[in-house]
């Protein structure tokens, strides 16, 4: 979306930057034992450029830094001073040679595209009439906005291909004067490569739209590619229409058919993550990999389950034991013989024990030790309530920097009753966090005599006696995490501390210092700490002792081993997705890691004891260290679940996979409740049940097993990111704001 801001400034004509002219004169004049500047390097020249220092990027350049000089994702400092609207920065980088036409390897973006999609209308008039490729976007949203500036100076450019111009004339439909214009206006001639093998290939496959009930078979017929529409009857697939061949238009990913039907797909990193058709104004997007295992299964239980059923569970023993970090023992997200309820309704008061408000916002989840349960809150002294659910792939953080204070608290387990507070830390957070963050996003760790918990925007690990006395305080340095592309949208730190062997382990996968250290639990003194050479990840680490000596398991852009005494590194994997969250988990004997995120979303299914790298061979999916993987599957924000030999990924839409752990098999995929949604926590099971909480605040109960069965639906009709703890017949769900005791 293009949201414009300031009217257009500068100048359009090509001239020397005043400031790179002054520099240049007085570099000229000094004398030659003078000090030269800092030659600086690509890095300080895009920081530069993001920050809006035309000074220092006029010195960078005059040291010989390279005006194109890219990040790992192709971006210069052009794509930064854009994205930010420094126009005059901007300015300083095209007189200086930089170039218009490059594209990031991650989104495919260019400097112009940056510039529109980030509202800065100035800077995209100014590099449209320096000749900037890439305008079509531009020329239909100026004619839908009524611009008539920036849809002139899109038409005078003059790079855009046949698509974007008939997408502009569709605008312009009703609007006279665009009209007249675009009707006698030329699409610029596209030389179109033939398509390669690899490309076919990964175009090619199964596309699904769950809603309309129908999906697209992309098949390579020999060197192009066919579409043809199917539906799924019991008997398997049927053709819903003949087979189309598809012929490329504009993009390489641009396709059209008979009939103007046109055909995309777009996707990050280098993936395909839809397939997009538009015939005749409507468009329709399929999934890939639409698979109909489960779909009627699915759809039966969800229309027969029953809330009058009796729970199979009820009469279980409950033995409560504690839930001591994020995810419960061992970081399973099992709750096996903890008498969690089949069915509750927090706007009728069914089996709602208790409930009490938190101050401020908060993701951390709950933790529960014997008859308490602690929860970490920041409330802001101020108002800082901005919070945003749903799907979506903003990447701005909350402007806010009031005044927080942080707390530890405690209840009682079974009435809720506030037993406790201690302040942690009060003062404004020293980094900023995403509009579905908070300022309490680490869940605290107690090993049943200490608690330890971790405010990252603070750089704070503290040690609290469970009656919420200081024990100690450590500072550990501001943990800055944020998007991988641009370290200036701030995200929050998310990894949660665990214990191992006397030590409290931290994942601190921040922007230029990360690290995975170990810190003495009776101290807080340093044990050891491994940098790595890591971008922002959100994943909370997993300790194991398979293979004899303790490992720590951290799920990252490269997938690591490390020795949990020393902190030396015993093995790598990759590839692996961009901005990991989901924790490791251990079962059956294997180590599942997973991500879903572009440029792949694997799933790797690990046998312990492993060293060196670990990576497998182009076109393999298995070997001695790896039991087996999938390089598509794998989920972005809830974490996996394995129980009783199945491997459950919930991604964040609601969709709901089911994989056979040995072996890797898919044994269903289904909508969560037949209608997906939007998930954040991450799922657990107890007695034989699955149960996936939405950010609407819904509990879909599943039956665990290899088909899917819908048990129950509840409800606790509020906003909740954070993933419950249960124990002794109560679980605790943690909204934004509150916390629930559950019971039967």
């Not at 009524?146 to 111009?165: S, V, W």
């Not at 209608?675 to 034989?688: E, K, L, M, Q, R």
Request: charged share 25%.
């Amino acid at each position: 979306m293009l949201r414009w801001g300031s009217e257009r400034t500068g100048p359009s004509k090509r001239a020397v930057h005043p400031v790179l002219l002054a520099l240049a004169v007085s570099l000229a004049g000094a004398p030659a034992f003078a000090a030269q500047p800092d030659p600086g390097t690509g890095a300080d020249l895009r920081e530069a450029a993001r920050e809006g220092d035309p000074a220092r990027v006029a010195e960078l350049l005059a040291g010989g830094v390279p005006v194109d000089a890219p990040n790992r994702y192709g971006a210069t400092a052009l794509f930064f001073a854009a994205d930010r609207g420094h126009l005059d920065v901007v300015q300083a980088l095209v007189e200086a040679g930089a170039s218009l036409a490059v594209s990031d390897r991650f989104y495919q973006m260019t400097p112009l595209s940056r510039a529109a999609g980030s509202g800065h209308r100035e800077v995209v008039l100014y590099l449209l009439d320096r000749g900037s490729p890439g305008v079509g976007g531009v020329l239909a949203q100026a004619v839908r906005r009524d611009d008539r500036e920036l849809f002139d100076a899109a038409l005078r450019n003059g790079r855009f291909d046949n698509d974007a111009l008939a997408a502009a004339r569709e605008a312009a439909i009703g609007k006279s004067g665009f009209a007249e214009a675009l009707r006698t206006a030329t699409a610029e001639p596209v030389e179109r490569a033939a398509l390669g093998a690899a490309e076919r290939a990964l175009l090619a496959g199964r596309y699904w739209n769950e809603t309309a009930g129908r999906g697209v078979r992309i098949a390579v017929r020999g060197e192009s590619l066919t579409a043809q529409g199917f539906l799924v009857e019991a008997g398997g697939d049927r053709p819903s229409d003949d087979p189309v061949e598809l012929e490329r238009r504009g993009a390489s990913r641009s396709f059209v058919a008979a009939g103007d039907v046109r055909y995309s797909f777009p996707g990050r990193g280098g993936m395909v993550e839809r397939l997009v058709v538009e015939r005749e104004g409507d468009v329709s997007t399929f999934q890939p990999e639409g698979e109909t295992e489960g779909r009627a299964a699915a759809r039966e239980s969800e229309e027969t389950a029953d809330a009058r059923t009796p729970d199979p569970a009820a009469d279980l023993p409950v033995r409560a034991r504690p839930w001591p970090q994020f995810r419960g023992p061992e970081g399973s997200g099992i709750a096996d013989g903890q008498g969690v309820p089949l069915r509750w309704d927090a706007a009728a008061g069914d089996g709602i024990a208790w409930e009490v408000p938190l101050d401020g916002l908060g993701v951390s989840s709950p933790i529960i030790w014997e008859d308490r349960v602690f929860a970490l809150t920041a409330a802001s002294l101020t108002e800082d309530n901005e919070f945003r659910i749903g799907l979506y792939g903003d990447v701005a953080p909350v402007e806010n920097d009031s005044e927080h204070v942080w707390s530890l608290r405690a209840f009682r387990l079974e009435t809720g009753e506030a037993l406790w507070r201690t302040e942690i830390r009060r003062g404004a957070p020293r980094t900023r966090r995403h509009t579905k963050s908070s300022q309490a996003n680490a869940t605290p760790v107690t090993d049943g005599e200490r608690i330890v918990t971790l405010i990252g925007s603070m750089g704070v690990l503290a040690c609290h006696d469970l009656d919420g006395n200081l024990l100690w305080e450590r500072e550990i340095g501001v943990l800055n995490s944020g998007w991988f592309y641009d370290p200036d949208y701030q995200w929050g730190h998310a990894s949660s501390p665990i214990l191992h062997a006397g030590a409290v382990v931290v994942l601190a996968d921040v922007h230029g210092d990360a690290f995975l250290g170990a810190f003495d639990l009776e101290t807080g003194e340093p044990v050891w700490r491994s940098p790595r050479d890591e971008v922002s990840t959100f994943s909370t680490p997993l300790v194991h002792t398979l293979a004899g000596a303790p490992e720590i398991v951290v799920n990252g852009t490269t997938i690591r081993g490390y020795d949990a005494r020393t902190g030396e590194e015993n093995w790598r994997l990759g590839p692996n997705s961009e901005i990991p969250i989901g924790v490791p988990l251990l079962g059956d004997g294997l180590l599942f890691v997973q991500a879903g995120y572009p440029p792949i979303r694997p799933i790797y299914a690990i046998r312990p004891g492993g060293r060196g790298d670990l990576s497998l061979a182009p076109g393999e999916d298995a070997s001695e260290a790896i039991a087996w993987s999938h390089n598509r599957g794998g989920v972005y924000i809830p974490s996996p679940l394995f129980y009783r030999g199945v491997l459950y990924l919930n991604a964040n839409n609601g969709r709901l996979s089911a994989y056979d752990g040995e072996t890797g098999e898919r044994l269903y995929r289904a909508r969560i409740g037949g209608i997906g949604g939007s998930y954040a926590a991450s799922p657990f099971a107890a007695d034989g049940r699955l149960y996936f909480t939405s950010e609407e605040g819904e509990t879909f109960v599943v039956r665990a097993g290899r088909d899917y069965d819908l048990l129950a639906r509840n409800s606790v009709d509020r906003i909740v990111m954070a993933s419950p703890a249960a124990s002794g017949g109560v679980l605790v769900v943690r909204a934004i704001d509150r916390l629930f005791g559950i019971s039967r």
